[in-house]
């Protein structure tokens, strides 16, 4: 599954793969794909810089790469503190009032709120690229867009190829502009921050927008024919998040969820702002619900909602919530229906891509008689 993007970058199959976690993107990398570890929950340098030291531990010399979170226009002296302070109270009453009827209980006395949603804030951001410019990333993902300037000023002067998601190709021509190397076009069916163009009339619009920069096709693929689609339309390779969480290497915090996830269809996500503030596809649950509904205050604009609705969370999380459990994840879940290890996922859309070749061929065969 060989492109000129692949080949760019040295790696056996033209498959990116986004993941909170350190041991899919390794066993990615590892399994002749390109592993990139989202960096948006570290809010601790030293915590990157251990999963970092893991990732180099554990990809055997191949290459893997980075996402952060980081806004295109720089905003300065604006603390986490500051921001909290302008949540109304109103929506704190609105989430005690949620909680208490479906009965969740409070995390345990000690136990600390779980990740809060602060990677997005531009220092902090600043902070992971201190930390990962020092390991040998040959991708920096941005999920906000372009990168400021300055940004992929410094990862180009260490080889890096900086690449920026977008959602038509009025986004992908902006990071064209900004000197962008890859542009990832992601479709409606994606999970988390998405928007609202579909992939197949997505991703070639994109392509044809930014040529000849590369284009990988994103949203809707978790099989190998899928992937063969998204590169008969004119992609360099694919970008695939979700698929990796049910797979054996994936840390979910809850085996309720992995099994929320292996049951659902593909009718069961919505793209809501419950969780970020920002539209994000993720399963539907009796939150999401709650937060859509009209007759409720909606969410507030990113960054507020999820520092309001952080410990909420990782209350739900905690205890197991049932029928308020969910987790950014595309259309592609109801696909996902047993798991598996990353190895064996790789194997299988490398499998289905070949049939897909195969099928063109005959097809292309036939047509010329």
Do not use: C
Request: charge should be negative; aromatic fraction near 4%; proline fraction near 6%.
């Amino acid at each position: 599954m060989q492109t000129e993007l692949s080949r760019t970058l040295g790696i056996e199959h033209a498959i990116f793969g986004f993941t909170p976690f350190p041991a899919v993107a390794a066993a990615l990398t590892r399994a002749g794909g390109l592993g990139v570890l989202g960096a948006v929950r570290y809010t601790a340098p030293d915590d990157l810089a251990r999963d970092l030291d893991w990732m180099q531990e554990h990809t055997d010399g191949l290459p893997y790469g980075l996402d952060v979170v980081m806004p295109a226009k720089k905003v300065e002296g604006v603390t986490e503190a500051e921001v909290e302070a302008m949540i109304p109270e109103g929506h704190r009453a609105f989430v005690r009032a949620t909680l208490a009827r479906h009965g969740v209980p409070g995390l345990p006395e000690g136990e600390a709120s779980g990740w809060r949603i602060t990677g997005w804030m531009e220092q902090v951001a600043r902070r992971q690229l201190d930390v990962a410019f020092d390991y040998p990333i040959r991708l920096l993902a941005n999920a906000l867009g372009s990168p400021p300037p300055d940004v992929v000023a410094r990862a180009h002067d260490r080889g890096v190829l900086v690449a920026a998601l977008a959602g038509s190709a009025r986004h992908a021509r902006r990071h064209a502009d900004a000197g962008i190397d890859i542009v990832v076009a992601q479709g409606y069916e994606a999970g988390g921050h998405t928007g609202e163009i579909a992939s197949m009339v997505l991703t070639p619009e994109v392509v044809d927008a930014v040529s000849p920069l590369p284009v990988l096709a994103a949203g809707g693929i978790g099989s190998g024919e899928q992937i063969a689609a998204g590169l008969a339309l004119g992609a360099q390779g694919v970008w695939l998040g979700s698929i990796w969480l049910t797979t054996t290497e994936a840390e979910l915090h809850s085996r309720a969820l992995t099994a929320k996830l292996l049951a659902a269809g593909s009718g069961d996500t919505v793209r809501s702002r419950a969780l970020t503030g920002k539209p994000a596809r993720q399963l539907r649950t009796e939150w999401t619900d709650a937060w859509d509904d009209p007759s409720g205050p909606g969410p507030l604009p990113m960054p507020l909602q999820g520092l309001l609705v952080a410990e909420a969370v990782s209350r739900i999380q905690r205890h197991e919530v049932e029928s308020l459990l969910g987790t950014p994840v595309g259309q592609i879940v109801g696909r996902m229906n047993s798991e598996r290890s990353v190895r064996q996922v790789v194997d299988d859309l490398t499998r289905g891509f070949e049939k897909a070749v195969d099928r063109i061929d005959r097809i292309a065969g036939r047509s010329a008689r």
